[in-house]
């Protein structure tokens, strides 16, 4: 059974950094693309970042872009997410999130809450 659990998360002042950690188990990441969506209070869950199988093509939020920095272990199962000069407003529940490259199959971990407050 394929599972995705992440951590990391936790309280942090404006201007900071966290780093997330996604462990995958039960699949073959290499197939998979690994990505970071949030969900702030009150709206809807958002892409945050993605990273192909390879891990060489990533895509980013505008909202994130110079910010936030997405990377992968394929060896170790892992999709990482570095978060630095954090806002306020990245305060969300951030979750994992792993998509099939050749079929429909989709993963979601049960997600990691953030909080950037003074």
């Known amino acids: 059974q394929a599972q995705l659990v992440e951590s990391g998360g936790g309280l942090v002042q404006p201007g900071g950094s966290l780093r997330l950690s996604c462990q995958a188990s039960?699949?073959?990441?290499?197939?998979?693309?690994l990505s970071w969506y949030r969900q702030p209070p009150g709206t809807e869950r958002e892409l945050v970042a993605a990273?192909?199988?390879?891990?060489?093509?990533?895509k980013y939020a505008e909202s994130v872009q110079g910010r936030f920095t997405i990377s992968r272990d394929n060896a170790k199962k892992m999709v990482y997410l570095q978060m630095n000069s954090l806002k306020p407003e990245d305060t969300a529940v951030y979750y994992c999130?792993?998509?099939?490259?050749?079929?429909?199959?989709?993963?979601w971990g049960q997600g990691t809450l953030v909080t950037v407050s003074s």
């Open positions: 999130k792993a998509s099939s490259r050749y079929s429909n199959n989709e993963f």
């Open positions: 039960g699949l073959s990441v290499s197939y998979y693309i």
């Open positions: 990273i192909g199988g390879d891990g060489v093509i990533k």
